[in-house]
Nanobody
Framework: QVQLVESGGGLVQAGGSLRLSCAAS????????MGWFRRAPGKEREFVAGISWSGGTTYYTDSVEGRFTISRDNAKNTVYLQMNSLKPEDTGVYYC???????????????????WGKGTLVTVSS
């Protein structure tokens, strides 16, 4: 059983940065692969970044590669998404999610995530 709470969203100008955090409850956090997803206004939810349970493997969708960095601190039961060089098209609600299964080296499937946070809004102005 895992509960996830995102924070760190807000309004930022294009080219700026934000750091999102996802705090998890439960004693088995380190057993879960973690991912970030987002949903832009009027669009479907999409995968953004994923990190393995150990933190040794990460994967990013092409549109954020080189700009975003996912990391985790298992001692703090927290996963992060550092977002740099933000663009207006990055605007959306960002969700963190957890899964026990992830092949790695590929995008996470939203339908396979077992737990979800309620999201945090990121707005990038032009």
């Amino acid at each position: 059983q895992v509960q996830l709470v995102e924070s760190g969203g807000g309004l930022v100008q294009a080219g700026g940065s934000l750091r999102l955090s996802c705090a998890a409850s439960g004693p088995t956090f380190s057993s879960y692969h973690m991912g970030w997803f987002r949903r832009a206004p009027g669009k479907e939810r999409e995968f953004v970044a994923g990190i393995s349970w150990s933190g040794g493997t990460t994967y990013y969708t092409d549109s954020v590669e080189g700009r975003f960095t996912i990391s985790r601190d298992n001692a703090k039961n927290t996963v992060y998404l550092q977002m740099n060089s933000l663009k207006p098209e990055d605007t959306g609600v960002y969700y963190c999610a957890a899964t026990r299964r992830w092949p790695t080296a590929q995008a996470m499937d939203a339908d396979r995530m077992g737990y979800w946070g309620k999201g945090t809004l990121v707005t990038v102005s032009s």
